[in-house]
């Protein structure tokens, strides 16, 4: 047993003593330079840009979908970076008004998603702005942020950390649905941002070193019987 005992330890030393830990840092914040990240660098893993959107396009090209209410606004006010942002409007009773974002994850983990958000006119009780995301279509929305009986204010950030159904996802979805009772409801959004690390692979030599580890522990147990 005490020969079991050491090899262990000595494995142990060997792979997680002597083989450098997978480091998180530096980190570049969602915004920064996209080709910055991917794992490189001697095991740093740069945190960068999935996929961004400020309004500045004019459109809402870089979106999978969205309803006629939901508008390009330029001005200063209306955006919280830059002149332009995404507005949306009432009445948009009965139904929904819904802006969609399906776009995978892949090869990318420690999803964070943020963005801005503004009341422009005071929503009521009635009234409901509600961020969701899913892993997949065939999954309920889970709820992210709401707003409701709000007045109107300055730009406030949002940020989460997504759980780990979203890491490395081929069907991640986002989506901003609005219920709103009047045409003097009015929400702004700004500076959408996923951003993300590489996914980790083991190094080879991490490998070798825990199956030369393994494979000592087995010997030792057939030597011992």
Do not use: C
Not at 44 to 60: K, P, V, Y
Not at 155 to 181: C, K, Q, S
């Amino acid at each position: 047993m005490k020969r079991i005992g050491a090899v262990f330890l000595v494995a142990r030393i060997i792979v997680f003593g002597l083989t450098p830990a997978a480091y998180a840092g530096p980190v570049v914040t969602a915004g920064g330079d996209p080709d910055s990240g991917g794992g490189g660098g001697g095991g740093i893993n740069l945190r960068h840009t999935i996929w961004a959107d400020g309004g500045e396009s004019d459109n809402f090209d870089a979106w999978t979908s969205h309803d006629s209410k939901w508008t390009i606004v330029t001005s200063n006010s209306a955006a919280h970076d830059g002149l332009r942002g995404a507005d949306i409007t009432g009445d948009t009773m009965p139904d929904s008004v819904v802006l969609l974002l399906q776009l995978p994850t892949l090869g990318q983990e420690n999803i964070e998603l943020e963005y801005w958000w503004k009341v422009r006119s005071g929503l009521e009780d009635t009234d409901q702005v509600v961020s969701e995301w899913r892993p997949n279509a065939n999954t309920n929305w889970i709820v992210l942020d709401t707003h409701s009986n709000q007045p109107a204010g300055d730009w406030v950030r949002f940020a989460t950390n997504l759980p780990t159904e979203a890491n490395d996802n081929p069907n991640f979805e986002f989506r901003i649905v609005a219920d709103l009772g009047s045409t003097g409801d009015r929400m702004a959004f700004d500076s959408f941002a996923l951003s993300g690390n590489a996914v980790q692979v083991p190094e080879p030599a991490t490998l070798a070193l825990l199956g030369l580890g393994l494979g000592g522990i087995t010997l030792v147990r057939r030597r011992s019987r």
